[in-house]
Nanobody, 126 residues
Framework: QVQLVESGGGLVQPGGSLRLSCADS????????MGWFRQAPGQEREFVAG????????VYADSVKGRFTISRDNGKNTVYLQMDSLKSEDTAVYYC???????????????????WGQGAQVTVSS
């Protein structure tokens, strides 16, 4: 069973940084690719970044490429999203998600994921 809990959200000024964490309390974390999604008010949930179960491969949405970094620590059952150079348009609820790993596939769509965290609010505003 995978149980995901996000932390690290908050209010930050434009140009600032935040790091989100997502911890899994289960015992099968290394079987799953992990992804981060976000959803702004009135908008659909969108893919932000993903990482394979081993951490060897990552993929990013064009809107965050070069500013956000996804990583994972399998010893701590945790995946991270380091967000730098934040913009007002990054304001959203951020969700982590787990997808059973097949090969090196990283789903970039919501239906590709089996488990979801509860979400963490990130607000970028001066």
């Amino acid at each position: 069973q995978v149980q995901l809990v996000e932390s690290g959200g908050g209010l930050v000024q434009p140009g600032g940084s935040l790091r989100l964490s997502c911890a899994d309390s289960g015992r099968t974390f290394t079987n799953y690719a992990m992804g981060w999604f976000r959803q702004a008010p009135g908008q659909e949930r969108e893919f932000v970044a993903g990482v394979t179960s081993s951490g060897s491969k990552t993929v990013y949405a064009d809107s965050v490429k070069g500013r956000f970094t996804i990583s994972r620590d399998n010893g701590k059952n945790t995946v991270y999203l380091q967000m730098d150079s934040l913009k007002s348009e990054d304001t959203a609820v951020y969700y982590c998600a787990a997808a059973l790993q097949f090969g090196y596939r990283i789903p970039t769509y919501s239906r590709g994921y089996d488990y979801w965290g509860q979400g963490a609010q990130v607000t970028v505003s001066s």
